[in-house]
C-alpha cells in the first residue's frame, strides 16, 4: 500500500503526459520555438509567429473546455450587479411610489409639488 501512494517522479510525469497530451505538445512546441528563436536567433520572425499562433490555440482549447463555467460566471457576475444596483435603488423607488420625488443632490425624498410652486417660491424671495 505504501508503494501505490509514493509513485515516482517518472510515473507521476507519464500519467501527466497521458492525461493532457496537448498542453504537453504547447509547451514542447513553445520551448523549442524560445529556443530557436531567442537563444539561436534562427529564423526569428517564424518562430515567435509560431510561438504566438500556439499560444492562441491554447487559448482556445482552454476557452471551448471551460466554456460552461465561464458562462456560469458571467451569469453569476450579472446577477450579483443586478442585485446590488436593484438594493442601492430602493430609496428612489420606495420614495416614487408613496407620490414624492427623489432630490439626488441631498437624496432625499421630497414631496411632489405643483408647476407654479417654484414661481411662488421665486416671488416671495
Known amino acids: 500500500?505504501?508503494?501505490?501512494?509514493?509513485?515516482g517522479f517518472a510515473n507521476k510525469l507519464f500519467g501527466l503526459i497521458l492525461r493532457n497530451p496537448f498542453n504537453v505538445v504547447c509547451i514542447l512546441v513553445i520551448a523549442y520555438c524560445s529556443l530557436q528563436a531567442f537563444v539561436l536567433d534562427n529564423n526569428?520572425?517564424?518562430h515567435k509567429a509560431i510561438m504566438t499562433g500556439t499560444c492562441l490555440l491554447w487559448l482556445l482549447l482552454f476557452i471551448a473546455?471551460?466554456?460552461?463555467?465561464?458562462?456560469?460566471?458571467?451569469?453569476?457576475?450579472?446577477?450579483?450587479?443586478?442585485?446590488?444596483l436593484y438594493w442601492t435603488g430602493?430609496?428612489?423607488?420606495?420614495c416614487e411610489e408613496n407620490g414624492g420625488y427623489w432630490n439626488a443632490k441631498i437624496e432625499k425624498c421630497e414631496e411632489k409639488q405643483p408647476?407654479?410652486?417654484?414661481?411662488?417660491?421665486i416671488f416671495k424671495q
Open 65 to 84: 473546455e471551460h466554456l460552461f463555467k465561464l458562462v456560469l460566471l458571467i451569469i453569476a457576475i450579472a446577477c450579483i450587479f443586478a442585485g446590488y
Open 1 to 7: 500500500m505504501a508503494d501505490n501512494e509514493k509513485k
Open 44 to 46: 526569428i520572425f517564424m
Open 90 to 94: 430602493k430609496d428612489k423607488r420606495l
Open 115 to 121: 408647476w407654479w410652486q417654484n414661481l411662488v417660491d
